[in-house]
């Protein structure tokens, strides 16, 4: 097995290559072209083998390095090819609003499994967004690797700052046994957000909070989020994510409110404490072994 690193997620694929016994890795070599075309070479053989890639899709030119990455792979013979997307940028399209408008999150995901055997992705922006795969794609919840960090922590509520998040509170709450709210979230514009409690919200007083969301992006929802929880008289809030963008200024509005900010590795940034390595391959060793029954070709 060989573990690929695209330029987007190369620390998150060393980790899963450890977590896979110190499985092969290796880090393409990239260089651009005087017009600005981007070239990727593999370096070592790869025939035969199964391939893990890990790219995070979050900027453009990710998403164009992980196509020639899957060209590479796929005719260089690989005997497999499982597209890792640690974050799937361009999922939160993911219906039609207006008619005229593209499905992002649809037009990535025929395009990016075109190469690939299977595709495993973290904690989806929306569950629109687990039919749009042709292939066998599974979702790995971020939600363990955030439990591993909160265990080591007194907290003693856990919060959704919105209904989209409320599964994902509800299985945090079920794996660290306390007790989770959710908030009332209006969306104003893409930056700002109304939060408000729930009208049967227990007393604050004194408690450590934890917000838990899938993506922090412009901070506004956690910023907001926070502040309300403080007003309440929370002692500590502690911000939580999957992925963390924290754009702009987030990462430091976010910093002027909560005692302390998570985030596991799906995305590089400041905040990066949980690995979700051990879960993505828990899903690797069992997909390779059932389609290989363990040793010799498929
Ligand atoms: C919303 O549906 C998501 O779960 C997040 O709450 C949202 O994307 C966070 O964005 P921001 O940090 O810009 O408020």
Request: aromatic share 6%; with cysteine.
């Amino acid at each position: 097995m060989l573990v690929v690193g695209g330029s987007a997620s190369t620390s998150l694929a060393e980790s899963i290559s450890r977590e896979l016994g110190n499985s092969p890795f290796t880090l393409p070599f990239k260089k651009r072209f005087p017009d600005g075309e981007l070239y990727v070479r593999i370096g070592g053989r790869f025939e035969g083998e199964d391939v893990i890639l890990v790219q995070s899709t979050r900027r453009d030119e990710d998403i164009l390095e992980l196509f020639l990455l899957e060209d590479a792979i796929r005719e260089g013979g690989a005997r497999s090819l499982t597209l890792v997307i640690p974050y799937f940028g361009y999922s939160r399209q993911d219906r039609r609003f207006f008619p005229g408008e593209a499905v992002s999150a649809r037009a990535m995901a025929r395009r990016l499994e075109v190469d690939a055997d299977a595709v495993i992705t973290v904690d989806l922006h929306s569950p629109f967004n687990r039919e749009i795969f042709s292939k066998p794609m599974r979702e790995v919840s971020g939600v363990p690797a955030i439990a591993r960090l909160l265990r080591r922590r007194p907290v003693d509520l856990l919060v959704s700052p919105d209904k989209g998040a409320v599964e994902r509170g509800q299985k945090m709450a079920d794996l660290l046994h306390k007790p989770c709210i959710s908030l009332q979230k209006k969306r104003i514009d893409s930056e700002h957000v109304e939060i408000t409690l729930p009208e049967d919200a227990p007393d604050l007083h004194g408690k450590h909070v934890a917000i838990l969301d899938d993506v922090i992006s412009t901070g506004g929802t956690i910023v907001e989020s926070a502040q309300v929880l403080r007003r309440m008289g929370a002692e500590k809030v502690i911000a939580a994510c999957t992925h963390g963008l924290f754009l702009k200024d987030a990462f430091e509005r976010i910093k002027g409110v909560a005692t302390e900010i998570l985030s596991t590795d799906t995305l590089d940034n400041a905040a990066e404490r949980g690995s979700v390595a051990p879960d993505i391959s828990a899903i690797l060793r069992e997909r390779l072994a059932s389609e290989h029954g363990g040793t010799g070709r498929k």
